[in-house]
C-alpha cells in the first residue's frame, strides 16, 4: 500500500505583510509613493493551497464576516448617470442570464464567458468614455459593449454564430468589435496584448493632434504576461492616455491571485512605470466611475496613463464549463453579499432615494422586455449560408479603400517634465 503523505500546505495572501526589506546603514534613506485608496473596506483573508497527494484544494480564513461597505458616494455623478449606469448593470447581468439558458438549450456554439459580480466594473469604467474615445473589452466586459452601443441582440447573436451577429458567424464567441463607428477594438484572446494596440490608438490620435483617452483591461492572472509590462511602460513614456483596469477579481482560471503575485496590491505596479496607481473596490459603481473619469481626464490633459485596480470576485468559473469547485465557499459567500447591483439598487432606492419603488419596478420591466425582444430575434435569426464561408469578417476585399488617418506628429514623443506635458497638452488643444 502506498505510504500516504502527510498534506502541503501553502500560503496565499490576500493582505500580505511586507515583504522583508534589506538591512540599511547609516544615511540610507527610504522613499514613499503614494497610491490612491478608494474604497471604505480593505478586506483581509488568507487563502491556504493545501496538497494532499494528488488533490489540491483551497481553504480561506480571515475577515470574512465584516459588515457590507456603503457605495461611496461620487464626486461626479449625478441621479440621472447614476440610474442610467445602474440599468446597464442590470442589463449586463440579465443578458448573461440569458446566455447561460440559450447555452443550456443547445443554442450557444461556443463556449460563453460570465461577468458575474463584476458589472460595476464594466459599466461604471466604460461610462467614463467619451463617444469618440476607444475601448478594448475583455471577454467579461460584456457591460462595457453594451455601454459603447453594441445591444444584447448583437452580442446573443454572436454567442449563437448567426449570420446577423457582429462577426457575421465567424466567430462565437466574443471577438468582436467596431472600429469604424464604436471604436471598439476586439478582444485579443492573447493575455495583455491588447494593451500595447490600444497605446497605440492613443499615439495615432496623438499623431493627428489629439489628446484621447483609451481604455482597456487585464486580469490579475494576465497582468504576469510581458506585454503588459510592454504596452504600458510604452504608453507611460510616451505620455498616452492610456487607462489600464486590473481586474484583480481573485481566480486566474483556477489559479488564486495571490499565487500570481508577491506585492500586497496590484495598483503597486504603477510605482515601477512611473504612472499614477489607484485602488477600487470593483463592486462599487461609484469608486469606478470616479477613478475612471479622473484618469480619462489625466488622459485628455496628455499626461499619460494610470493603473487603476478594481478589486472584485469572479462569482462564477472561468466558462460556463467550470463549475469554479476549487473555490473556498466562504469566499463566495463573502463577496455575493457585496454584490455591485444590490447595493447600487439599495444606494438608489433607500439612501439616496433617487428611484420610488415603482420607478424601479419599471425600468426592471423594460430591462425585461428589451432583452426579451432581443433574445427572440437573435433565436428567429439565421445562421450563415454555407457559400458564405470564404468571405471577409467585417466587410468583402476590395469592398473599400483603407485610408491612412496619421497625420505629421505635432509634438516629440520621449521622457518630458511634468511642466513640457502641460505645454504639451496645451500646445496639442
Ligand atoms: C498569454 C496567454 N496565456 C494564457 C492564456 C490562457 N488563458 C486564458 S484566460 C486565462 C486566465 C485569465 O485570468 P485573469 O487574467 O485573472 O482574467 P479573468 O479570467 O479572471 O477575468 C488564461 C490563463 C491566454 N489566453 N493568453
Ligand atoms: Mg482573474
Known sequence: MAKKSKPKTKRARTNHKSPARPAGGAGVSTRTYTIL?????????????????????????????GAVPPIRESRYLSKRQCVEIYRWMLLNRKMEAALENLYKQGKVVGGVYFGLGQEACSCASAY???????????????GSLLVR??????????????????TKGRDASSHFGDIQQKHVVAPISTLGDLIPVLAGV?????LQGKNIAVMTYIGDGGQSTGVTYEGLNFAAVQNLGLVLFVENNLWGYSTPADMQFRVDDLAERAIAYGIPGVIVDGTDACQVYDAAHEACDRARRGAGPTLIEAKMMRMKGHAIHDAAEYVPKALFEYWKKRDPIARFENYLLNVKKWLTRAEHEKLVADVDAQLEADREFAVASPLPAPESAAGGTYCEPGCHEIKP???????????????QRAEAAVHLK
Open 405 to 419: 488617418k496619421f497625420g505629421v506628429p505635432k509634438v516629440s514623443g520621449g521622457k518630458s517634465s511634468p511642466t
Open 128 to 142: 467614463a468614455l467619451k463617444p469618440e474615445e476607444w475601448l478594448g473589452p475583455m471577454i467579461r466586459n460584456q
Open 149 to 166: 452601443g453594441f445591444s444584447p441582440r448583437d452580442i446573443m447573436m454572436q454567442y449563437m454564430a448567426k449570420a446577423g451577429s457582429p
Open 202 to 206: 492613443a499615439l495615432g490620435a496623438r
Open 37 to 65: 485608496d478608494y474604497r471604505l473596506e480593505k478586506p483581509s483573508f488568507e487563502l491556504r493551497q493545501i496538497r494532499d497527494g494528488e488533490t489540491v484544494r483551497y481553504e480561506v480564513s480571515g475577515t470574512l464576516n
